[in-house]
Structure formats: C-alpha cells, structure tokens
C-alpha cells in the first residue's frame, strides 16, 4: 500500500525532540505529475535507444519505481545513541 | 519452533555441535528439511518485515541503537533495480567485492536468483552479542 504519511523525529543532545506528521501524499501527487510530464521525452528515449539495450530498460522504470513506492508503507527505520538519534517511519 | 529444534539450533550456535550433526539431530526428530521452493509468500509463515536491531551490550560506549523494519515487498522491488546497474558500474562493484572476499558477478545473478534469496530470508535469524547486540530476523 501507498504510504500516505511517514513521522520524522530528530533528537539532539540539550534539545527537545522534535518531530511531526507529514502527509507524504501530497509529495506522490507532485510526483505523478512530474512522471506523467516526462512521460513522452522517456519514450523518445526509449525509442533512441532501443538498439543499444537501454531502451527496453527504460520501459520497466515507472512500474518499477511504483513497485518500490507502492511498498514502502511499514518502512521504519530508527537510529541514534544516548544523545542524538532519529526516526523516520512510513505508514 | 518447537523446544527440540531450538535446542539443536542453540548448540550449533554455541559451536558444541557441527553442522552436519544439528542435520542429522534435525532429521532424528522428524524436521522436514528446508524447501527452496516454499518462499515467503508461498509458506504458511508468510514474514511481512525484515527486522534488524542493534542494541548496546553492557561494554558499549557510545550506547548505539538502531532499528530497521523493511517491509519484503520492498526487498523484492528494490531489488529490481539491480538491473539498472550499468556494466562498467558493475565491474567496479565487482572489484570492489572482491576486495572484501565476495567473488559475486552481479551480471550473472537473474531475477529468479533475486527471488530465491529473497524467499529463503524468511528462515533467517541472526544473533550477535559482542560490544552491541545484533539481531536480524524476520517478523
């Protein structure tokens, strides 16, 4: 499932943590429209070079990076020490 | 995972047995061997993450801690993207790997090979206790 919002968290030594919600739907839309925009200069690339391989490569790329985005939900990752440290979290 | 099976798997962990006899105790007690075929997704035990956590054993000095959820689906797709490495890229990772002991041609790993490690991960549990405390499992 498309992760909709991912919580960012930030702690540093001597501060207050500090962290928030951001609705990562609307960097998708942003996102989809880019894609569509360049849609047409990826196939005149894909055309271009076909003979030389990357062209069928190029094909694979948006349904792939939908694949990788599309899974991206449940993504947690969480580093820090006693001091500082970090969370970024996909649901 | 039944007591008999942890058992044998803590003694070959803790190096009192060797591998071909945790086989031999496995196939005593009746554990069907592990199938190549049955994948994540396929098994009754379908995983959803890949976990990795690092946590600060008692001589740690930074108190360093991580931890990493990364769904399998994500694994898969990713993995994809393999693909996209360019040839001369790929000598140079080759090398590099080499460098470390890995003599692995990336050229040479199909996506069928990319499903197969990716499916067997799910029998995978790693626990290291040295400055920090490693584990990498499935959940």
């Known amino acids: 499932m498309l992760p909709v919002i991912v919580h960012f968290r930030v702690r540093k030594p001597g ?18 429209a880019l894609l569509v925009l360049l849609f047409p200069f990826l196939l005149l690339a894909a055309v271009l070079t076909w ?3 990357p062209g069928r490569m190029l094909l694979v790329i948006y349904p792939l990076l939908a694949a990788v985005l ?13 001091g500082n440290g970090v969370l970024i979290d996909f649901t | 995972m039944n007591e008999e099976r942890r058992k044998i798997l803590d003694m070959l ?6 591998v071909d006899e945790a086989e031999k105790l496995l196939s005593a007690i009746g554990e069907p061997a592990p199938d190549a075929g049955n994948g994540a997704a396929a098994g009754p035990r379908s995983w959803k993450y890949l976990r990795v956590q690092v946590e600060p054993g008692p001589s740690s000095e930074k108190g360093d801690k991580v931890n990493i959820r990364v769904p399998f689906k994500l694994i898969r797709a ?9 040839q ?7 090398e590099a790997l080499k460098e470390k002991g890995l003599d692995v041609d990336l050229s040479k790993i199909t996506p069928q090979d990319l ?9 995978l549990t790693v ?13």
């Open chain 1, 15 to 32: 501060r207050r943590p500090f962290g928030f919600y951001f609705p990562i739907l609307l960097v998708w839309i942003v996102l989809a």
């Open chain 1, 51 to 53: 003979r030389r391989g």
């Open chain 1, 70 to 82: 599309w899974n991206m939900s449940g993504l947690h990752i969480e580093a820090g020490n006693a």
């Open chain 2, 13 to 18: 962990a803790q190096g009192k047995i060797t």
């Open chain 2, 78 to 86: 990713g993995l994809k993207f393999a693909a996209f490495i360019p």
């Open chain 2, 88 to 94: 001369n890229a790929q000598g140079q990772v080759r």
């Open chain 2, 115 to 123: 499903e197969d490690l990716v499916s067997n991960l799910d029998d």
């Open chain 2, 127 to 139: 626990d290291v206790d040295g400055r920090d405390k490693v584990r990498i499992f499935c959940e």
